[in-house]
């Protein structure tokens, strides 16, 4: 597509929950990150990929969070048993520049999670 | 670790101020700089980027920053803001060396018109 594409844009969930946030970034494109960006803060880094592979999941805040980008492509970022200080707009970003000097970020509208 | 500071949080203009936010970053290596504008309900769009070069660079809608190496800065500028300038901005900081994206906290711009 011609964009980042997040799915869904809201998701309400109950605490306990496990909720799968999804990410489809523009063709082509070697990087995608996941950030999490709370009320009146900015984007905070939560993992990166190159392709497929998981090069850096340093910001993951605990063992709930966990993402995959199994074929290079899309990619997947679920929470297991939500707690209410998951609540954020939950970003992805593509890059096309592979390694580690990325380029220019091209970010999704986002995914807002809500839990109750 | 790296951090990005933006030390305006909330920032109110008429039409036709000048506007300059602050962004300083504390990173001693080789770093890429951003801007990033989020217009009311969009995503984050780039509004200018540093790599390389003449440190003073220019981006969309008449938005220009200055990337002072010896003060670890990145400051947007703007000579006359209009109403369409409201939104919420983020400087943001890549290490050459690095997969991340460091990003402030955000300024909020608002435009009196």
């Known amino acids: 597509g011609a964009g980042v594409s997040q799915s869904p844009r809201y998701k309400v969930a109950k605490r306990g929950q496990d909720v799968a946030l999804r990410c489809d970034p523009i063709s082509g494109h070697v990087s995608l990150f996941w950030y999490q960006q709370a009320l009146g803060q900015g984007p905070e880094f939560l993992t990166y990929?190159?392709?497929?592979?998981?090069?850096?999941k340093s910001g993951l805040p605990s063992d709930r969070f966990f993402a995959e980008r199994p074929e290079g492509s899309v990619s997947t970022l679920k929470i297991q048993r939500t707690q209410q200080e998951d609540s954020a707009v939950y970003l992805c970003?593509?890059?096309?520049?592979?390694?580690?000097?990325?380029?220019?970020?091209?970010f999704g509208e986002g995914s807002r999670l809500t839990v109750l | 670790a790296q951090s990005v500071s933006q030390h305006n949080h909330h920032v109110i203009l008429s039409e036709a101020a000048s506007l300059e936010l602050g962004c300083n970053y504390s990173y001693g290596g080789t770093v890429n700089l951003f801007w990033y504008v989020q217009y009311p309900g969009q995503h984050l769009q780039l509004l200018l980027k540093?790599?390389?070069?003449?440190?003073l660079v220019k981006g969309i809608k008449g938005f220009e920053a200055e990337f002072i190496k010896s003060k670890f800065s990145f400051n947007l500028r703007k000579p006359s803001v209009q109403w369409s300038d409201t939104a919420e901005y983020f400087c943001?900081?890549?290490?050459?060396?690095?997969?991340?994206?460091?990003f402030g906290t955000g300024t909020s711009l608002t435009v009196i018109p």
């Open positions: 970003a593509s890059s096309l520049s592979p390694g580690l000097y990325t380029g220019e970020l091209f």
């Open positions: 540093y790599f390389s070069g003449d440190p």
């Open positions: 943001a900081v890549n290490a050459i060396t690095g997969n991340q994206f460091y």
């Open positions: 990929f190159q392709n497929e592979a998981q090069l850096d």
